[in-house]
T-cell receptor, first 115, second 113 residues
Framework: AQTVTQSQPEMSVQEAETVTLSCTYDTSESDYYLFWYKQPPSRQMILVIRQEAYKQQNATENRFSVNFQKAAKSFSLKISDSQLGDAAMYFCAYVYGGSQGNLIFGKGTKLSVKP | NAGVTQTPKFRILKIGQSMTLQCTQDMNHNYMYWYRQDPGMGLKLIYYSVGAGITDKGEVPNGYNVSRSTTEDFPLRLELAAPSQTSVYFC????????????FGQGTRLTVV
């Protein structure tokens, strides 16, 4: 069974510093995709970054980047130059090619940003 | 840009009552989903649809029903509400079932008392 594990229930970072959120997953599929979603207090789920498993290059979106270690089944999110608006729940999610887009989520990491 | 719209945003139900959570999207997406989010947990899939007239069960379908008569709408029906259905419900849509970005509604917070 596919599972997604986020081992850090809460993290804290100082404004302008860098923080890394961890995610591991378990799958026997070869065709899959990984995502990080942000959920601020408004409850809205917002896509932060997306990674295709077949791509070796790590995805980057402005201050957000991932460290995708396929053999280790690890998919961590690095947030650089943290801002107060980055404070939110962050969910790691996985979907495989034959699953009709059904996302499997981790339990989330609550990120606090200190001014 | 409306995207995915859910109504209502909040609702309190008594045990045994029924209700329908509405979801509509204006992006012409074939794929639509219903998830529930319990405190301290990630989202879990209730039902999904790959197009009008086609629906299928997800991980936690018991106590729910869905229909998909049009591409735009994907309502979720709760019959005989139970306290275990207290949760936040999210509707989502995607243009593809293969790794495409899912767009989410703002969620419905449902409390069953």
């Amino acid at each position: 069974a596919q599972t997604v594990t986020q081992s850090q229930p809460e993290m804290s970072v100082q404004e302008a510093e860098t923080v890394t959120l961890s995610c591991t997953y378990d799958t026997s599929e070869s065709d899959y995709y990984l995502f990080w979603y942000k959920q601020p207090p408004s409850r809205q789920m917002i896509l932060v970054i997306r990674q295709e498993a077949y791509k070796q290059q790590n995805a980057t979106e402005n201050r957000f980047s991932v460290n995708f270690q396929k053999a280790a089944k690890s998919f961590s999110l690095k947030i650089s130059d943290s801002q107060l608006g980055d404070a939110a729940m962050y969910f790691c999610a996985y979907v495989y090619g034959g699953s009709q887009g059904n996302l499997i989520f981790g339990k989330g990491t609550k990120l606090s940003v200190k001014p | 840009n409306a995207g995915v719209t859910q109504t209502p945003k909040f609702r309190i139900l008594k045990i045994g009552q029924s209700m329908t959570l509405q979801c509509t999207q204006d992006m012409n997406h074939n794929y639509m989903y219903w998830y529930r989010q319990d405190p301290g947990m990630g989202l879990k899939l209730i039902y999904y649809s790959v197009g009008a007239g086609i629906t299928d069960k997800g991980e936690v379908p018991n106590g729910y029903n869905v229909s998909r008569s049009t591409t735009e709408d994907f309502p979720l029906r709760l019959e005989l509400a139970a306290p275990s259905q207290t949760s936040v419900y999210f509707c989502a849509s995607s243009y593809s079932g293969t790794g495409a970005e899912a767009f989410f509604g703002q969620g419905t917070r449902l409390t069953v008392v």
